[in-house]
């Protein structure tokens, strides 16, 4: 069997050919700006946040709508992970598929920002 091993040198190969795309490169920035941005927001606000937060908007008005304060994590933590799946993807087919790569990059990005608005409108509503 042979198997691609993967090492840093190995990675950093492959997302020097994905940067090398001008149009890439900036949804890659995006994406770990957003990121840092959900992951910022949450813990700066962590103190103030009440013991439930309403987190389940598409559920009836009330008690059904409420999580648990540790739920506002979901966001940030879904957000990185499918982050990294998308960039992993697109490094994947960075050389088969330049159209594939730039959409799933740019869907991370929109993602990243509907998760940080998200966090935001939330903040806003308990505080």
């Not at 959900?38 to 103190?47: S, Y």
Request: no cysteine; hydrophobic share 50%.
């Amino acid at each position: 069997m042979n198997q691609k091993s993967i090492n840093l040198k190995s990675v950093k190969k492959q997302v020097d050919r994905l940067t090398a795309d001008s149009t890439t490169k900036p949804s890659l920035k995006l994406i770990f700006i957003a990121l840092g941005l959900n992951w910022i927001w949450v813990a700066i606000w962590w103190p103030k946040l009440p013991p439930e937060i309403p987190l389940y908007f598409s559920r009836a008005y009330g008690e059904g709508r409420l999580a648990n304060q540790w739920g506002i994590w979901i966001l940030p933590t879904t957000s990185l992970i499918f982050s990294l799946v998308a960039i992993r993807i697109a490094i994947g087919k960075t050389e088969t598929d330049k159209f594939l790569t730039r959409l799933i990059l740019w869907s991370a990005v929109i993602i990243n920002g509907m998760s940080l608005l998200t966090l935001i409108k939330i903040v806003f509503l308990v505080i």
